[in-house]
């Protein structure tokens, strides 16, 4: 299931060398602790928690608010565990651009030397559709540039994956859980942050099932009679609310995308996802035939809300949450307090949480 999606200032940039060091150490240590005191399966719950994770770079000591704490908190975490990997049994795989397409020849790797307990290729097709659906069956305008997939010897796993979008000069993390996972194409998210709503087109919302069903009827077809209803589209006065011209999408490209799923026989929206090929215009062009010919439209809606882990202190976007505030200090003090390990790094991020409050 993804659990949820937040919303940050896009920063380019670098941490410096003595700050991320530094957060290695930490994150490493901190990860041990949870994971002795509480099992890996409970990390991985909350490295999927949109709030946890945001919480915990801020401890490391990182922006709060730039969208820099993601890709930096997941890089000080795989260069942090990377030696102790095979002794806990937690593996992340994947990061920031380039070294984000590795990620299924790492799975295979790490499959390869250690007795995971599922096949890789299952691991491999959960990293890969949920990049997918956060890139084609949810178009919000954000381009994924960062994909972390963690998961441990049981084979289970959790995602986090960040978008950018230049024009608002914002970036969105999405979160999955693994063990949640039911069906990655219909209303997959627990929970989504964000400071603010995007024209979306949503196919794994609920109300897109009979889009979704319609559009895998037409991947189906002979490429010739889609094609045929889709120039009729072009005569047709198109809803506002649609984010995409029709003049974007060539009649030419889409004709050969469409002989490549009609030869493969999709038999659901997820296998059309699947395919080699099929992005975002292709799953446009479906959803718009979908509703102006057959009556069967995609959901246009955002899925947002408007949430922060703790406000802040000038009062925006609200006031402090001072309960919840209290908790999270709380328990970032219980993980401490069990560690009993009495290095400055700690102290000096408990000590950098107190005094805030």
Same mark, same amino acid.
């Given at each position: 299931?993804?659990?949820?999606?937040?919303? %940050?200032?896009?920063?380019?940039?670098?941490?410096?060398?003595?700050?991320?060091?530094?957060?290695?150490?930490?994150?490493?240590?901190?990860?041990?602790?949870?994971?002795?005191?509480?099992?890996?399966?409970? /990390?991985?719950?909350?490295?999927?928690?949109?709030?946890?994770?945001?919480?915990?770079?801020?401890?490391?000591?990182?922006?709060? $608010?730039?969208?820099?704490?993601?890709?930096?908190?997941?890089?000080?975490?795989?260069?942090? %565990?990377?030696?102790?990997?095979?002794?806990?049994?937690?593996?992340?795989?994947?990061?920031?651009?380039?070294?984000?397409?590795?990620?299924?020849?790492?799975?295979?790797?790490?499959?390869?030397?250690?007795?995971?307990?599922?096949?890789?290729?299952?691991?491999?097709?959960?990293?890969?559709?949920?990049?997918?659906?956060?890139?084609?069956?949810?178009?919000?305008?954000?381009?994924?540039?960062?994909?972390?997939?963690?998961?441990?010897? &049981?084979?289970?796993?959790?995602?986090?994956?960040?978008?950018?979008?230049?024009?608002?000069?914002?970036?969105?993390?999405? $979160?999955?859980?693994?063990?949640?996972?039911?069906?990655?194409?219909?209303?997959?998210?627990?929970?989504?942050?964000?400071?603010?709503?995007?024209?979306?087109?949503?196919?794994?919302?609920?109300?897109?099932?009979?889009?979704?069903?319609?559009?895998?009827?037409?991947?189906?077809? &002979?490429?010739?009679?889609?094609?045929?209803?889709?120039?009729?589209?072009?005569?047709?006065?198109?809803?506002?609310?649609?984010?995409?011209?029709?003049?974007?999408?060539?009649?030419?490209?889409?004709?050969?995308?469409?002989?490549?799923?009609?030869?493969?026989?999709?038999?659901?929206?997820?296998?059309?996802?699947?395919?080699?090929?099929?992005?975002?215009?292709?799953?446009?062009?479906?959803?718009?035939?979908?509703?102006?010919?057959?009556?069967?439209?995609?959901? /246009?809606?955002?899925?947002?809300?408007?949430?922060?882990?703790?406000?802040?202190?000038?009062? $925006?976007?609200?006031?402090?949450?001072?309960?919840?505030?209290?908790?999270?200090?709380?328990? %970032?003090? &219980?993980?401490?307090?069990?560690?009993?390990?009495?290095?400055?790094?700690?102290?000096?991020? %408990?000590?950098?949480?107190?005094?805030?409050?």
């Amino acid at each position: 299931m993804k659990t949820g999606i937040t919303n %940050l200032p896009l920063h380019y940039g670098k941490a410096p060398s003595w700050l991320f060091s530094r957060m290695k150490r930490l994150a490493s240590e901190i990860t041990l602790v949870i994971i002795d005191q509480y099992g890996i399966e409970e /990390f991985l719950n909350r490295l999927s928690d949109p709030f946890w994770f945001q919480a915990f770079g801020c401890t490391l000591g990182f922006d709060w $608010h730039s969208s820099g704490l993601t890709t930096t908190v997941c890089g000080a975490l795989k260069e942090g %565990l990377k030696d102790v990997s095979k002794e806990i049994g937690l593996f992340i795989c994947g990061g920031k651009g380039a070294t984000s397409r590795k990620t299924p020849l790492e799975i295979e790797e790490i499959s390869s030397k250690r007795r995971i307990k599922v096949h890789p290729e299952k691991l491999i097709y959960s990293s890969k559709m949920s990049a997918k659906i956060d890139s084609t069956a949810l178009q919000d305008g954000y381009q994924l540039y960062h994909h972390c997939f963690i998961f441990n010897q &049981e084979g289970n796993w959790t995602v986090i994956q960040q978008g950018m979008n230049t024009s608002n000069r914002m970036a969105r993390r999405y $979160h999955w859980l693994g063990k949640e996972v039911e069906d990655f194409v219909c209303e997959p998210h627990k929970a989504i942050c964000c400071d603010r709503k995007e024209e979306v087109i949503n196919m794994v919302a609920r109300k897109s099932e009979d889009c979704r069903k319609v559009s895998t009827i037409l991947a189906n077809e &002979e490429p010739k009679r889609v094609i045929d209803e889709y120039k009729k589209i072009k005569q047709l006065n198109l809803s506002p609310r649609h984010t995409v011209s029709i003049n974007d999408i060539k009649s030419q490209n889409l004709r050969k995308i469409l002989e490549l799923t009609y030869e493969k026989r999709p038999n659901n929206f997820e296998a059309l996802l699947g395919i080699k090929g099929v992005g975002p215009k292709t799953i446009r062009a479906l959803s718009l035939i979908s509703e102006l010919i057959y009556g069967k439209p995609a959901s /246009f809606e955002d899925p947002v809300r408007f949430s922060f882990a703790h406000g802040g202190k000038d009062g $925006h976007p609200y006031p402090v949450n001072r309960s919840q505030y209290d908790l999270s200090i709380q328990i %970032l003090k &219980e993980v401490v307090n069990l560690a009993k390990i009495g290095r400055t790094e700690k102290l000096k991020a %408990l000590r950098r949480l107190n005094d805030n409050f």
